[in-house]
């Protein structure tokens, strides 16, 4: 059978990924939280930071800042996150609130396609599969041991999605948008700005795309396709249900064992059935439960 | 055309062609596809591939523009139907011979084939809507590419023989003028039927299901079965579409049936205009399918796209700018915008 050693090293891998896969679904929950639709442009906000960070860091490094280029790159693709996201705001969901969904889900399948092409333009010559300069450390726990990429992974989605829970538990800020998120009209009728603080949930939600995707970059290396990983961390925010924020640490997690260890244990009859099992996870979720585990549960009137 | 209404028969009112423009545009369209061989044969297969991805596409408009339940597994359905075939045949030719023609048999049931698995596509739609039933239309599109990798297609690389494809002397495979009448031939068929199908009893009821499925199961409709038709019936197209996909690239991989196909249908349904099921997809097919086969070697050689990397990044950013623009400001698509260019004409010169 399995041995102890190969089990702890398949449990931090799994635990490494779900995490990632948490901070990555995060910006999906924000968004449907504050305008109640699917942002499917997601995942290249994802691509878009993934491939800044990597020109951001490369270009540094040729200026002889080599050992501060990942870091710098990383900050400079959160700010174009944010940025993305705010954008996709005020140009996207604000003229379509109120439209049906089919609407939303278009446009922002629209906007995906133009933040593919920017990444593209971004990207020229290094839109190919690289990876990130990281330091060469590597600790030993046992049989487990992790190395840069892992701490890059951890640090980042662990941090992006700490600094996003308290920010909506605990902060002025974050009761202000759980009450627009909840009600805008009863929120702006207490005097607060509804439109910024959609807004700023909107950029929360692809600065947390954005450390994320390099989160998930620094574990899996960059590649032109890694857009896919985030519909897989759809997966994820639907089992926590669209509109928990942190409800997604249990899904993220979930996801992650699924996935890392339907990977291995069934390596042998059905390779690569990782990649299928998070959308079939998806299938049970929609079919069983559709609200997730922490989602409320929408009751249609007519 | 006629600024009043002059109809004194139901049957007048209901019918395809009204005006005379009608039958002249008929006429003339009917000249142009028959004619359009003597263009050569790259016009040929740029008509092929927009006839398949036109069939595709309006069993799209049927399950999304006129039943309301969006899809995003049209591309994977696609590949059901050219699998089916590919299979089929490679079966046959396994177990005693590939008979001649074969594959043209298999064109129905490789409709049947992929409506019954876009039965199992559409499955969640009993339970769900909107945004929901979109994800799950993108996970079984995922799972029926998984099966294509892993299971179906291992070796990412199938044939049809050429035997199958030959009837009567004829080679109905590649971009042949013999694949073009059929392929031209069944996208006519298939776009009679589905604007048929918007005006009975079965198009009502996808219609009210679209508009109020609530209210539609009030006033008697049966939902679940309106909405299991819709997503059999779209598959349907896409099944037939991706069989004559497959006679008409005679190799074939998974690479074609994958997410990016299913929103670029969707994208051609919605910017052509999913209100109107024919003439939205044969415009939306025409400008983002055929006009991007079109203009590809053009913006490859213009100055400078090798500095944002490429023509894909040209065409990345015009498909979204155009998607997203339809759908912010002209929900009704390029049908909406020739609607009005149809209206200011009919009142010109004396328009207010």
């Given at each position: 059978?399995?041995?102890?050693?190969?089990?702890?090293?398949?449990?931090?891998?799994?635990?490494?990924?779900?995490?990632?896969?948490?901070?990555?679904?995060?910006?999906?929950?924000?968004?449907?939280?504050?305008?109640?639709?699917?942002?499917?442009?997601?995942?290249?906000?994802?691509?878009?930071?993934?491939?800044?960070?990597?020109?951001?860091?490369?270009?540094?490094?040729?200026?002889?800042?080599?050992?501060?280029?990942?870091?710098?790159?990383?900050?400079?693709?959160?700010?174009?996150?944010?940025?993305?996201?705010?954008?996709?705001?005020?140009?996207?969901?604000?003229?379509l609130r109120g439209r049906p969904p089919v609407a939303l889900i278009a446009a922002t399948l629209g906007a995906y396609y133009i933040l593919k092409g920017v990444a593209k333009a971004v990207a020229r010559d290094m839109w190919t599969t690289a990876s990130y300069r990281l330091p060469g450390i590597s600790i030993s726990l046992g049989p487990v041991v992790v190395d840069a990429t892992d701490i890059a992974a951890i640090v980042l989605a662990g941090g992006t999605l700490a600094a996003l829970i308290v920010l909506h538990r605990f902060t002025r800020l974050g009761v202000a948008m759980r009450a627009v998120a909840e009600d805008p009209y009863g929120a702006s009728a207490y005097g607060l700005p509804v439109k910024t603080l959609t807004m700023l949930s909107w950029g929360l939600a692809g600065l947390a795309g954005a450390l994320a995707g390099v989160a998930l970059a620094s574990k899996t290396g960059v590649e032109p396709s890694i857009d896919l990983y985030v519909l897989e961390a759809l997966a994820a925010s639907l089992l926590a249900g669209l509109d928990s924020v942190a409800g997604i640490v249990v899904g993220g997690l979930a996801l992650g064992f699924v996935r890392q260890m339907s990977n291995y244990f069934l390596m042998s009859w059905l390779p690569g059935f990782g990649d299928a099992a998070a959308f079939i996870l998806m299938l049970l979720v929609l079919l069983v439960k559709p609200y997730g585990l922490f989602g409320t549960e929408r009751i249609e009137r007519v | 055309m006629p600024a009043g209404v002059f109809k004194e028969r139901y049957s007048q009112l209901m019918a395809h062609l009204r005006y005379p423009i009608h039958w002249a545009g008929l006429v003339a369209g009917l000249a142009l596809l028959l004619a359009l061989p003597l263009a050569g044969s790259y016009a040929m297969s740029l008509a092929i591939d927009a006839a398949i991805f036109f069939v595709a596409a309006v069993g799209l408009a049927v399950t999304t523009g006129l039943a309301g339940q969006i899809s995003l597994a049209q591309g994977a359905l696609l590949g059901v139907g050219a699998y089916t075939v590919a299979k089929t045949l490679e079966f046959l030719a396994a177990h005693g011979g590939v008979p001649e023609g074969s594959a043209l048999l298999l064109i129905p049931a490789a409709g049947l084939v992929a409506a019954a698995v876009g039965l199992l596509v559409g499955l969640p739609s009993f339970k769900l809507k909107g945004y929901y039933l979109a994800m799950a239309s993108i996970a079984a599109q995922a799972v029926l590419m998984y099966l294509f990798q892993r299971v179906i297609d291992p070796n990412q690389g199938v044939t049809v023989p050429d035997k199958a494809m030959t009837l009567g002397g004829l080679y109905f495979g590649g971009g042949g003028a013999a694949l073009?009448?059929?392929?031209?031939?069944?996208?006519?068929?298939?776009?009679?039927?589905?604007?048929?199908?918007?005006?009975?009893?079965?198009?009502?009821?996808?219609?009210?299901?679209?508009?109020?499925?609530?209210?539609?199961?009030?006033?008697?409709?049966?939902?679940?079965?309106?909405?299991?038709?819709?997503?059999?019936?779209?598959?349907?197209?896409?099944?037939?579409?991706?069989?004559?996909?497959?006679?008409?690239?005679?190799?074939?991989?998974?690479?074609?049936?994958?997410?990016?196909?299913?929103?670029?249908?969707?994208?051609?349904?919605?910017?052509?205009?999913?209100?109107?099921?024919?003439?939205?997809?044969?415009?939306?097919?025409?400008l983002l399918h055929t006009g991007w086969s079109l203009l590809d070697d053009v913006v490859s050689g213009l100055p400078g796209v090798g500095l944002i990397g490429g023509a894909d990044t040209v065409k990345y950013l015009v498909f979204g700018l155009l998607v997203a623009g339809f759908v912010v400001g002209e929900p009704d698509g390029l049908v909406g915008v020739l609607r009005r260019v149809k209206e200011y004409f009919r009142l010109w010169p004396f328009s207010y």
């Open positions: 059978m399995v041995d102890s050693a190969a089990l702890a090293v398949i449990t931090f891998q799994s635990t490494v990924i779900g995490l990632v896969f948490a901070a990555l679904g995060l910006g999906f929950n924000i968004v449907y939280r504050v305008s109640k639709s699917i942002n499917l442009a997601h995942p290249a906000i994802v691509l878009l930071a993934v491939y800044v960070t990597l020109v951001a860091s490369s270009y540094l490094a040729s200026h002889g800042l080599a050992s501060l280029g990942f870091a710098l790159g990383t900050l400079v693709a959160a700010v174009v996150g944010f940025a993305t996201g705010v954008a996709m705001e005020i140009t996207i969901a604000r003229p | 073009y009448y059929l392929t031209i031939g069944v996208a006519a068929v298939m776009a009679l039927v589905a604007a048929n199908i918007g005006r009975s009893s079965i198009g009502r009821a996808f219609k009210a299901v679209r508009d109020n499925d609530v209210s539609a199961s009030i006033v008697g409709i049966d939902v679940a079965k309106a909405k299991a038709l819709a997503f059999a019936v779209g598959a349907f197209y896409a099944g037939v579409a991706g069989a004559l996909y497959a006679l008409y690239n005679i190799s074939f991989g998974w690479d074609a049936f994958g997410l990016d196909t299913s929103i670029e249908l969707l994208a051609i349904v919605l910017v052509g205009g999913a209100s109107r099921i024919i003439w939205g997809p044969l415009l939306g097919v025409l």
